[in-house]
């Protein structure tokens, strides 16, 4: 092993990881200096963290159909003069308890929220990633495959894929599908951003020496991509993967919303404010407000934090 | 120069190409257009005859060209439910959304401006920290359920604005205008309100961004040392420096805007092309979600090339790109 | 100087669209009708909406019972002849005379191969012109239930068909539209003066009608609003004066305005669960519902008192027979709702060897709260142990599978219309699928003794033997447990306060010609 290749080797080992980055980079300071950040992280982190307990501090399985009685449909919360034990925000028109009803909901939209970020981050930087490095026709192809998907607004596609491939599923993978169809729904133009982003930033990194030095001793393309350019691809991926994630929450409700996400057994928060929707002047207000309370503070606290690091890590800002 | 708008025109209509494909594919193989049309007692030599009559029986190239010229001319032939020609269907409602598109963007200029404003000049004090939180809680708020509480605030509970409907329109030639009717103008309150929302932090947060670049800038600086009001300084010389990206989102915008104003008008009710494609969706009529696709993209794709060549023509350093 | 033109323009305009606002009646209903050409689509809300403007030769009076409309008289002259006198001095709304040939054309192009309306006439096979004013009309065999089917086959003028070409059905295929599908020129009290779909269809009174005036309305707006909460909204606030669909959930609420009349009835529309009796499931699973006692089991499960107070607030009237009682062939003695027995449910599950078989539930969304009904409906198998999986979809959506077969169990709303007889429901839903009959028969279920007892039934025209025929057919389906009969649905109207005479029809289509505001 010559010199060359050893400090060639030595440089690329001590190309910094992200976390160490993170570490080392103000970004804690500045984190514990923003109250606003702090509170949504620990909001962020107790929504997700009762969503994904559910089964553990539910009182029923909203999903279960036999574990609800119609006996119990339409209960108002517990402090108005009908509220029942346990069901501390009501009950829906089948007698689900709302409140776990909100949780496993919410539990669905986080999951394809962040299914769908990560669908289209992993397809998004592998595509940017080998477009960038070799350029030419794998580029071209990426380029106008994104400018078409760019030309249709993201909710049409998503309300077209998630309406029209729900019917062509079998029956028997409808219920497991239909989560599946609104994650290929989002990220099918969610991706594009993730490509564009990987590929500027590799056309940039391939020509730097220590990528030619990599070459040079004949490291393979794949690792070349994956352990020296990908890092530097992960700031500007992280700031948009966390906005990306608030905005497929938001449109996995608006699917469900429009009765084209989530069945009615299997109720999303959309899908609960669509039912609620129409019962909204009869009374039972609890079943569109609670569930749309819960996802404007889910999708409000990650956004909160998408802004915040956004600026934390925007050097110019700093 | 001549190059450059060859190869941007020539781009866009490589992408629509494209999106009719898409679209053709749906029109093709999404349900048979066959049974979708013959009622259920036809016989089998009827639905032969219906098959080889609408050239299903081609290839599948001939057939996707005859997709192509006929939606170049506007023809993506009758609403399966409705039996009226699809674009005649499009074309009435697209005064409804083009009138709800082009206030909420009015609106979220006139208050998104403004307010970007603020947040800059004020930066670090607590109102405009506060605006520019609440700007993040405007992108992150649903529009539907923004929509529901509007309408159950000021439509239901103080009874101050219609929730529904465009109210009395009428008809200026084949267009048919909402804004000249008291009835129609308090019914595009809500919806446009619901809509511009997320456009208003939008606008909002790019002037503030804008406006903290321009104000570090040196002209701004000198201008300040010669004695220039401050006032003055911001609003004239400032914002005017920011309006070019303004200019561009909104020019952009225009088509995500006409995509979400289909759940505005579920929501409101609000009789537009976007009403027409979820109730397409709803009775699976192929002919008008494909025909809306194509529609959408094409007004998408119009702009967007439109605004590359103007900031060609305005700057040259962009017409290698 | 351009925009001031067109603002001047506009305003000008204005002073002439502005209506009139005494007599306007304006209609929000659930949806929309598809087409203003009768014959496009086989829909009971559409035909009645189009009844405004179209006639047939007879139509139902106020309570239901036939009466001479366009018709003055008829008569049969052989078993399978039958005559009809047409009414002199009838106008279309273009000023064309009522004559013959009008309803020998209108009778060829709504039987027409690719007429949606072909259903309707079931045992019609031609037609004959005696003289202007009288015409003879051949059916298959002795057919009593003529008259009814004729209520919804509307009369067009010949002359118009001919001139506009459209003496045929429209043919979506074709790709030309059909201009009977935004044009109208019927005899009825209201004519059509434009159209948006989706949005707005005005109706303008008829000055020329033959009948006698008894509406005071001059203009009528229908407009779809299909979300419950915003038509109540509009009803409150006084921007639609009717609704034919007032949510039964909103019903206490517009009782207790001082704006608002709340109409209540029953509809004679008997929503029911149907089995699939083929072999096998849609999972390739043999079909444990061939069995009477699953069927019996699953009937037992569903606890309907508990429907009938939750889901549908107590408006609903629970059903033991398939057919309402205002329907000829109605046997009360079969009206008995099945007592709720889930121990019992699960002991013929488990004797039949049929413990948590697993199927899809196929629910649309046309009928009264039916996605609530289905779901709820769904988990009270459930707590039996049995394992339905719902498959909830818009009617378009699930329509094609039902006719095609492709169901395990499925809900089913029945109203007899247009005919307004048992006939319907047991030659289009429970007669074996075979020609003209069965169907609506999506279970495959095929039994001789029912079909021949319903065969006989059509042809029977002793009335009181036929209604005793339609009876024992109905009783036949019950002690086979063929369907399971849910409720009759609510029927709930409202209007605006000012409204001062509203009937209420029990086949829940409006007849705003009866209305005086």
Redesign the interface.
Known sequence: MTIVEQTTKQQIRSAPSWFSRLRDSDLWWSFTHHPSAVGAAILLLLLIGSAFLAPLITVQNPYDLASLDLLNAEIPPIWMEEGQWPFILGTDTQGRDLLSAILYGSRASIVIGAASVAVSLIVGSALGLVAGYYGKWADGLLMRAGDVLLSMPTMLIAILVSALARQALPPSLREVGASGVIVLAISLSAWVQYARTVRALTMVERNKEYVQAARLIRVPTWRILIKHILPNTTTPLLVTATLNFGLGILIEATLSFLGVGMPPEQPSLGTLIRIGNQFLFSGQWWIVLFPGLQLCLLVVSINVLGDWLRDALNPKLR | MIAFLVKRVG?AI???L??AF?AFL?FRF??DP?????????TQV?RDE?RS??GLNDGFLVQYLRFVTNAAQGQF??S??????VIT?IG??FPATFELVIIATILSLAIGIPLGVFTAIGRGRWWAEGLQ?SS??G???????VG??L??AF??SL?WL?????G?V???GWWS?GL??PSGRAAIVLPALSLSLFQITLVMRLVRAEMLEILRADFIKFARARGVKRRALWFRHALKNCLMPVVTLTAMQV??L???A??TE?VF?W?GMG??F??A?????IPV?AAY?CI??FI??TL?TFVDIAYAVIDPRLRAA | MHLSRILVGGVALLALAMPATAGTLKWGASRDISSLDPYSYGDSFALGVLNHAYEGLVRYDRNLKIEPALATSWEIVSPTTWRFKLREGVKFHNGADFTAEDVQASLKRASDPKSPLRGNIPAYKGSRVIDAHTIEIDVSAHYPLLPNDLTTIYIFDAGWLKDNNAEAPTDVGSGSEGYATYNENGTGPFKVESRQPDAKTVFTKFDGWWDKTEHNIDRIELTPIASPATRVAALLAGDIDFTDQAPVQDLPRLAASPEVKVLEGTDLRTVMIGFSQRDQLLSGAANPMKDLRVRQAMQLAIDLDLINKKVMRGKSRNAGALVAPQIPGYDAALDTPVKADPEKAKALLKEAGAEGFEFEFNCADSLVNEEQICQAVASMWSRVGLKPKLDQGTRAVQTPKRSAGKVDVYTLGWATLPMLDTYSLTSQVLHTKEGSFGIFNWGGWSDKEFDKVTEASAVELDQTKRLAMEAQSLKIAKEHALMIPLHQQPLAWATTAKIKDFPLFSDNLPRLWLVKM
Not at chain 2, 80 to 85: G, I, L, S, V
Not at chain 2, 139 to 145: A, D, E, N
Not at chain 2, 281 to 285: G, L, M, P
């Open positions: 781009n490589l992408v629509m494209t999106v898409f749906i999404l349900g066959v049974e979708m049309m013959v009622n259920e007692s036809a009827e219906l009559r609408l032939g009758l399966w439910r409705n039996q009226q020609n269907l009435e409602r939180f993040i809680v992108v992150s708020l649903p529009s539907f359920f529901i509480i309408i159950l439509s239901v009874g219609p929730g529904y409907g465009r009395e009428v008809q200026l205008t000249l009717t088509g995500n006409i995509a979400f289909l759940v579920t009710q009789p009403m027409l979820m109730q969706v709803t009775f699976v009529d979600m696709l959408v993209s998408f794709v967007n």
